[in-house]
C-alpha cells in the first residue's frame, strides 16, 4: 500500500475527518481524502480551502498543508481539503517524468510532498470514454473524465471522480459554507495566471481582494468565470450550491509545455532556461527571468490572496467573517521559505 | 513574479489645461465637477475592471450602480457615466457581443450622456497587461468624450493617455495603485 502524505495538524485543529464522512459510498474507495476542520469560538462564516483538485500544481497542495499545521480560527470556521483528488497523487502523467515527489526541509528534519497527475489514476477509473460528457451535460475530450475540475456538481453514481466532486458539494451542503477557494497552478504560457477568478456573484469580494494585494505588491487578473464553462468550482460551486466561489492561479513552469528537464529543482527553484526564452520573446503571461518562479513564492502568493480573500469577506459580508491567526505571512515565506512554516 | 514596491504611496496628479489659470500648481487638487448618482460600465466588457471601479466608488462613498450591458435608458436618474476602459474577448463573448456591438453600445451611450448633460469619467484600471490593439481603439475612439480621466499610471507606460488627454485639455489623474483612487474620488465628486 501507498504510505499516505504526512501532515501534521497544528494544535487548533478542531476536527479531522475524511470526505467519506459527508459522503459515504466513498470509503473505502482511492477517492476519499482528509478533511480538516478549524473551528473559532465566535460565530462567524464558513470558509472551504482546496488544494490538490490538480495533483501536478504542487503549491495548492503545499499552501493547504501550511494552513492545516499553523492556523487558528478565531471567528467562524475554516475547512481544508488538502488533496482533493487523492488518487491523482497516486501516479504522475504519462511520459512527461516528472518527479514523483519533491523535498522540503525543515526545522525537524526533511519533509516529502507528492507531485502527481493533472487528473484521477487510471487504475482507479478505466477506461476514459472517447467524449466525456459531464453531469453538467457539456461534452469534452474523453481525459477529462478523471479531472475533478471538470466533474462538478458530481454525481453520487458516477465515475469516481464524479464521487469526488458530489462529496465535496455534499461537504459544502453539510458545513454550511459561504465562501469556497480552490488552488491551482498554470503554466505561464497561459494566459489565465496571477490570476482571482470569480463566480460572478463574488465579483465584489474578487476586486476587494485584488486592490488589496495590487497595494501590498501583488498583481492578480481578475477573470470572471465564463457562464458557459461547466462542471469547474468557480461556476458549480456558485450556480449549484449557491456560495461564493474563488479559485487562484500561481505560476508553475513544472507543469508547463515549454520547460526542458523535469526536476526536482524545477518545482522547488522554479528557474527554467525555455521559459527565460519564451519570456524574452514575448510568450509569456508572467514575467520570467534567471531566478524562475519558486515554489515559495508561489504559495506566498496563494496566502496572501487568501488573506486578501478573507479580510474582503469580513469587508463586504462582515455576519459571515472569519478570522483566523498564526496565517503564515506571505513576505515571511518567501525570505524564510516554506520549511520555516512546517512541522 | 512578486512586484515589490516600496510601501508607501505616490500619488502623482497631473493636470492638463484644466480651465486656465485655475490651477496653478500640479498637485491642487481638482474641485468637484461630478455628481451622484454614477452609472459604472465597462467599455469592452471587462469585467473585473469594472468592478474595482464600482468598488472604488463605494469605499469612496458614492452611489454608484454598476452595469453591464448599460444602455442610454439606465442614464435615466444618473448624474455622472464612468466608463471603464478596457476590452476583453471572454468577457465580449460572455456577454454574446462583438466588439463592433460593444462599440455601437458605447456610441449610443455617450451620445445620449451628452444629450442628457452627463459628463463622462474615464477610468483605466487593468494597468499594462489591459492594453492592446482592441482596448487602444477604445481608448482612442472614447477617452475622448470624458470630462476627466482616472487611471493606474502602469497602463501609460507609453503615453496614449496623456496624448490624448493633452490634446482633448482632459485632466488626467494617474494613480499608482487602484486604491490611491479613492481619494482623488471623493474629491471630484460633489457631496
Ligand atoms: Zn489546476
Given at each position: 500500500m501507498r504510505e499516505a502524505d504526512a501532515i501534521h495538524?497544528?494544535?487548533?485543529?478542531?476536527?479531522?475527518?475524511?470526505?467519506?464522512?459527508?459522503?459515504?459510498?466513498?470509503?473505502?474507495?482511492?477517492?476519499?481524502?482528509?478533511?480538516?476542520?478549524?473551528?473559532?469560538?465566535?460565530?462567524?462564516?464558513?470558509?472551504?480551502?482546496?488544494?490538490?483538485t490538480h495533483p501536478n500544481e504542487p503549491a495548492g497542495f503545499v499552501t493547504s498543508v501550511m494552513l492545516i499545521e499553523?492556523?487558528?480560527?478565531?471567528?467562524?470556521?475554516?475547512?481544508?481539503?488538502?488533496?482533493a483528488n487523492a488518487s491523482g497523487f497516486t501516479h504522475s502523467d504519462p511520459q512527461e517524468g516528472s518527479?514523483?515527489?519533491?523535498?522540503?526541509?525543515?526545522?525537524?528534519?526533511?519533509?516529502?510532498?507528492?507531485?502527481?497527475s493533472r487528473v484521477t489514476n487510471p487504475i482507479h477509473q478505466w477506461p476514459d470514454p472517447t467524449i466525456y460528457v459531464n453531469p453538467t451535460g457539456q461534452t469534452l475530450a474523453g481525459i477529462e473524465a478523471r479531472n475533478l475540475n471538470r466533474a462538478y456538481p458530481g454525481k453520487a453514481g458516477g465515475n469516481l471522480t464524479e464521487k469526488v466532486a458530489f462529496g465535496i458539494m455534499e461537504l459544502i451542503k453539510k458545513e454550511r459554507i459561504d465562501l469556497g477557494i480552490d488552488l491551482h497552478e498554470s503554466a505561464p504560457e497561459y494566459p489565465v495566471i496571477n490570476a482571482i477568478v470569480?463566480?460572478?456573484?463574488?465579483?465584489?469580494?474578487?476586486?476587494?481582494?485584488?486592490?488589496?494585494?495590487?497595494?501590498?505588491?501583488?498583481?492578480?487578473?481578475?477573470?470572471?468565470?465564463?457562464?458557459?464553462?461547466?462542471?469547474?468550482?468557480?461556476?458549480?460551486?456558485?450556480?449549484?450550491?449557491?456560495?461564493?466561489?474563488?479559485?487562484?492561479?500561481t505560476p508553475n513552469a513544472s507543469h508547463g509545455r515549454l520547460k526542458g528537464k523535469p526536476s526536482v529543482e524545477l518545482i522547488i527553484d522554479g528557474k527554467d532556461k525555455f521559459y527565460e526564452k519564451a519570456a524574452r520573446l514575448g510568450r509569456l503571461f508572467v514575467p520570467f527571468g534567471p531566478d524562475?518562479?519558486?515554489?515559495?513564492?508561489r504559495v506566498a502568493r496563494h496566502l496572501a490572496g487568501l488573506k486578501a480573500v478573507l479580510s474582503g469577506l469580513k469587508e463586504l459580508d462582515p455576519g459571515k467573517a472569519v478570522e483566523v491567526e498564526d496565517l503564515p505571512p506571505a513576505d515571511r515565506v518567501r525570505v524564510e521559505g516554506i520549511g520555516a512554516f512546517l512541522r | 513574479m512578486d512586484m515589490h514596491r516600496p510601501a508607501e504611496i505616490i500619488l502623482t496628479i497631473l493636470f492638463f489645461g484644466l480651465i486656465a489659470g485655475s490651477y496653478l500648481a500640479a498637485q491642487t487638487p481638482p474641485p468637484p465637477v461630478f455628481e451622484q448618482p454614477l452609472l459604472v460600465t465597462s467599455a469592452g466588457q471587462s469585467s473585473g475592471d469594472a468592478q474595482i471601479a464600482l468598488q472604488l466608488a463605494k469605499r469612496a462613498a458614492l452611489a454608484a450602480t454598476l452595469s453591464k450591458t448599460g444602455t442610454g435608458k439606465d442614464l435615466e436618474n444618473q448624474k455622472t457615466l464612468v466608463l471603464v476602459l478596457g476590452a476583453s474577448m471572454k468577457g465580449l463573448g460572455s456577454a454574446g457581443l462583438d466588439t463592433n456591438k460593444e462599440k455601437e453600445r458605447i456610441r449610443e451611450l455617450v451620445a445620449e450622456a451628452k444629450k442628457k448633460n452627463i459628463p463622462i469619467l474615464a477610468m483605466h484600471l487593468g494597468g499594462g497587461q489591459r492594453r492592446g490593439e482592441l482596448t487602444d481603439e477604445i481608448i482612442n475612439e472614447f477617452l475622448p468624450a470624458a470630462k476627466m480621466a482616472i487611471i493606474l499610471k502602469s497602463g501609460n507606460q507609453d503615453g496614449l493617455f496623456t496624448k490624448?488627454?493633452?490634446?482633448?485639455?482632459?485632466?488626467?489623474?494617474?494613480?499608482?495603485?487602484?486604491?490611491?483612487?479613492?481619494?482623488?474620488?471623493?474629491?471630484?465628486?460633489?457631496?
Open positions: 495538524p497544528g494544535p487548533a485543529l478542531t476536527a479531522a475527518r475524511s470526505l467519506s464522512d459527508y459522503f459515504p459510498s466513498l470509503k473505502g474507495t482511492p477517492g476519499d481524502t482528509p478533511v480538516y476542520v478549524y473551528a473559532g469560538a465566535t460565530e462567524g462564516g464558513n470558509v472551504l480551502i482546496i488544494g490538490g499553523n492556523i487558528r480560527a478565531v471567528r467562524g470556521k475554516i475547512v481544508i481539503v488538502p488533496q518527479p514523483q515527489r519533491f523535498p522540503i526541509a525543515t526545522a525537524a528534519g526533511q519533509r516529502w510532498f507528492r507531485l502527481g470569480f463566480h460572478e456573484n463574488s465579483a465584489d469580494l474578487a476586486a476587494t481582494a485584488q486592490m488589496e494585494l495590487q497595494a501590498e505588491g501583488f498583481e492578480f487578473r481578475l477573470e470572471a468565470s465564463p457562464p458557459n464553462l461547466r462542471g469547474l468550482s468557480h461556476r458549480e460551486w456558485g450556480d449549484v450550491a449557491g456560495i461564493r466561489a474563488i479559485l487562484m492561479e524562475g518562479i519558486p515554489l515559495k513564492n | 490624448i488627454c493633452k490634446a482633448k485639455d482632459i485632466p488626467l489623474i494617474e494613480v499608482d495603485k487602484s486604491l490611491d483612487a479613492v481619494e482623488p474620488l471623493k474629491k471630484i465628486f460633489k457631496r
